[in-house]
């Protein structure tokens, strides 16, 4: 089956790996070859470390041989079975991939977002083919993440949702198929947790170093509540919440993050966030 995944970023590299592992010729579009280039890198550089944990039965290069990546958008779309659009929150730029998709890729393709926090409907509003536009959204990181939320939006056909379900399942994922409400399922549950953690720290009751202690030791969470964010994107999670805030869903602003996204510490991408990491785009544990 051939795959294209638009967008290359976090979570556009991860799932294109992930849809490569399970057998597809995957198409990873993106602006420019130096952006797709990275992603290429960062997708071996994953695969690398899936091989040498027993994770992989193939090579790393035979799964990179199925990765084609492309800047022509028309080119990557052309003749494709299921497309995937993991580009930023930004409405118009949805809107505009699944019309291209709709020109070059097969017309019987599944049309998946994998929109956090844009309602699945109102992206599809404007196609043609509103029945084919599906909710897609995998956690970061893609590859090692369980969980794969299929957003039934209210056009969106019982066979595109099953169809949908299935790809997700050969990506090894758990799936649980949720309505178009803001923030899904998982988020909405996510945002409370932020929320509870910076009503603390805002109020001088704990410091986020503590909270995050707190979440790791008492409540057995893999990362701190502050930490997710860094490692998540400042950015990305603050666009969720004012997404979901401007469509009814009711959450405390966080100030601190507000503060630091306008200071352009974004987490690990940018290299500072409420920790600080080695590089830009370098995770390591604080
Ligand atoms: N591919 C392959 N291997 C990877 C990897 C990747 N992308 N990322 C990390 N690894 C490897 C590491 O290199 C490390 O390997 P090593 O032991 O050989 O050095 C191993 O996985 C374990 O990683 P770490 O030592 O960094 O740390 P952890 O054991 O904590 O695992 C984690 C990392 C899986 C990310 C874990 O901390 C975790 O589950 N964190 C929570 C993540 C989460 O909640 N994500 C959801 C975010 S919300 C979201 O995405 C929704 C959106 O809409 C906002």
């Not at 993440?145 to 949908?164: C, F, Q, R, Y």
């Not at 004012?242 to 869903?249: D, H, L, M, Y």
Request: glycine content about 8%; overall charge neutral.
């Amino acid at each position: 089956m051939k795959v294209t995944v638009v967008g290359s970023g976090v979570m556009g590299h991860g799932i294109a790996e992930l849809a490569a592992i399970s057998g597809n010729e995957v198409w990873i579009n993106d602006v420019s070859q130096e952006i797709l280039q990275q992603a290429m890198e960062k997708i071996k550089w994953s695969l690398s470390k899936l091989k040498s944990s027993g994770s992989l039965r193939e090579d790393v290069e035979q799964v990179m041989s199925r990765i084609h990546p492309e800047v022509s958008q028309p080119e990557a779309l052309k003749d494709s079975n299921f497309v995937i659009e993991a580009v930023k929150e930004d409405l118009e730029l949805k809107r505009t991939i699944f019309r291209n998709a709709e020109t070059y890729a097969s017309p019987t393709a599944v049309l998946a977002t994998n929109t956090s926090s844009l309602p699945v409907t109102e992206i599809g509003a404007v196609l043609r083919s509103k029945e084919r536009v599906v909710g897609m959204h995998f956690f970061n990181p893609p590859v090692l993440m369980p969980l794969v939320e299929v957003v039934k939006g209210k056009d969106s056909s019982d066979e595109v949702v099953k169809a949908t379900v299935d790809m997700a399942k050969s990506m090894g994922k758990e799936t649980i198929v949720v309505k178009d409400v803001p923030g899904f399922f998982v988020n909405r549950i996510l945002l409370r947790i932020m929320e509870a953690g910076c009503y603390l720290v805002e109020r001088g009751k704990a410091s986020f170093q503590e909270v995050d202690s707190s979440a790791i030791e008492e409540l057995g969470f893999p990362m701190g509540v502050f930490l997710l964010a860094d490692y998540t994107g400042l950015d990305i999670g603050y666009s969720v919440w004012k997404a979901v805030t401007a469509r009814g869903f009711k959450a405390f602003p966080c100030t601190s993050t507000e503060k630091l996204v306008s200071q352009g510490m974004l987490g690990v991408k940018s290299g500072a966030g409420y920790y600080q990491y080695p590089s830009p785009g370098k995770f390591a544990r604080p």
